[in-house]
């Protein structure tokens, strides 16, 4: 398609995704009402603290959503041992009703809706420190990461768009958040790579043709990549982009990205470079219509099952409830082909799995040598079709329905040991 068109698509995009005129400041404002709360708060305690704001918000990165995220950071002196104890108190002192989550470091969330616009207020302990190298956890670092990408920003603010640009694709596409969920691209990451390729095309290129592991270090920490290789350990070194944060040399700023969100995210690429729409920065309510049309086109059997946790909504909830998913997915590919499947959670304490599934005409159930009698004895009276192949036992196995896999997995006390409140299918 011609660079011209590609152009209008993209500024048609803008368009949709950015946030409607007046709604930004309806947010800054009511956040920073509320951290003037926390600051008051802090003076009257005396605590050494200080407040400020991070995430999109700050940076001026911020995309059209139906809530929007605020990051308030509260910087506590190094003299302070449980930092998310002491901002418990202060809150409550601030009268600002928050609730806890925990996390890496515990949290605290406010909901709040001005008019028409949602508003989710989350309070984050951090230290106050000079260094990277003196963060203890990936969220002091955030005072560096604000600070980077504003400067970046003021040297070119067409950046913004770029970045926009960039945060919509990946959330449509499903692959926006670090979470263990998730396993995409943070928005701090997502602003890093524009920074770094300039604009929201030349990514979208890079990442369309990229062909083994890319390394990223914009700041130049490392002299090569083989120095990169030895002086990071071996689990930031996974991820198919090793990006080195500029702020951190001992950070791979895209360590949570999985090969499977990143195949996924090329893939994306690679289809809006060929036929370029609007369509791949508008976030699809639900995928389940396209696994039940692909259920129709290779006649396999839909299968949508409802997952509930006990576990605490967000990040936690999310990765026990995917975890579980991929359970489940292997154990009926025992007994089905399994031609495509779809986890879908996006808050609370539930999740769907969809499956197309075929199921397989007989299972072949490998059983001991014969020279181990005892064994064999055993799997005899378990199978009752056995056979010998190159002096070891099998068994031929009827499949097995959905129903009769999930009873079997509750049996053997796998949910409850996933924290699976729940297996319903629907």
């Not at 998310?84 to 996390?103: C, T």
């Not at 499947?341 to 799995?353: H, Q, R």
């Amino acid at each position: 398609m011609e660079k011209g068109k590609i152009k209008e698509i993209l500024k048609e995009a803008l368009e949709l995704i950015k946030p409607e005129e007046g709604t930004i400041e309806v947010v800054k404002e009511n956040t920073e009402r509320v951290m003037s709360q926390l600051e008051r708060a802090i003076k009257r305690e005396k605590v050494k603290a200080e407040v400020f704001l991070g995430g999109s918000l700050a940076k001026g990165t911020i995309v059209k959503k139906d809530m929007y995220d605020a990051d308030i950071f509260i910087r506590f002196s190094k003299k302070y041992e449980n930092l998310s104890d002491v901002l418990q108190g202060l809150l409550k002192k601030a009268k600002i009703e928050a609730k806890r989550l925990h996390g890496s470091r515990d949290y605290f969330v406010k909901k709040m809706k001005i008019k028409d616009t949602k508003i989710l207020l989350e309070f984050i302990p951090v230290l106050k420190i000079d260094k990277a190298e003196e963060a203890e956890n990936v969220t002091d670092l955030s005072w560096f990461h604000v600070g980077y990408v504003k400067r970046e920003i003021s040297k070119n603010p067409k950046l913004i768009n770029e970045i926009l640009l960039a945060k919509a694709f990946c959330y449509a596409q499903e692959c926006y958040g670090a979470e263990s969920y998730i396993r995409g691209f943070s928005g701090y990451a997502i602003e890093l790579l524009i920074l770094y390729y300039k604009t929201f095309l030349k990514l979208v290129k890079k990442m369309a043709e990229a062909k083994g592991k890319i390394f990223i270090d914009p700041a130049g920490h490392y002299r090569s990549k083989q120095e990169i290789m030895i002086n990071l350990n071996e689990a930031k070194l996974e991820s198919p982009i090793v990006f080195i944060d500029p702020t951190c040399k001992e950070r791979n700023a895209l360590a949570a990205l999985s090969e499977e969100t990143f195949e996924r995210f090329k893939k994306a690429c690679k289809e809006f470079l060929k036929k370029p729409s609007v369509e791949y920065f508008i976030k699809k309510k639900t995928k389940e219509n396209e696994i039940e049309n692909i259920a129709k086109k290779k006649r396999g059997k839909f299968v949508k099952v409802l997952l509930k946790t006990n576990k605490q909504e967000g990040s936690i909830a999310g990765s026990k409830l995917k975890k579980f998913h991929n359970v489940l997915r292997r154990e009926l590919a025992r007994y089905h082909d399994v031609l495509a499947d779809l986890f879908e959670y996006k808050t609370g304490k539930e999740a769907k799995s969809f499956f197309v599934l075929k199921p397989k005409k007989e299972i072949i159930v490998e059983g001991p040598p014969l020279n181990q009698k005892e064994h064999v004895e055993k799997f005899k009276k378990k199978h009752k079709k056995v056979f010998v192949r190159k002096n070891k036992i099998y068994a031929k196995e009827k499949t097995k329905s959905v129903s009769e896999i999930i009873e079997e997995l509750k049996k053997r006390g796998v949910p409850k040991e996933m924290s699976i409140t729940t297996i319903k299918l629907l």
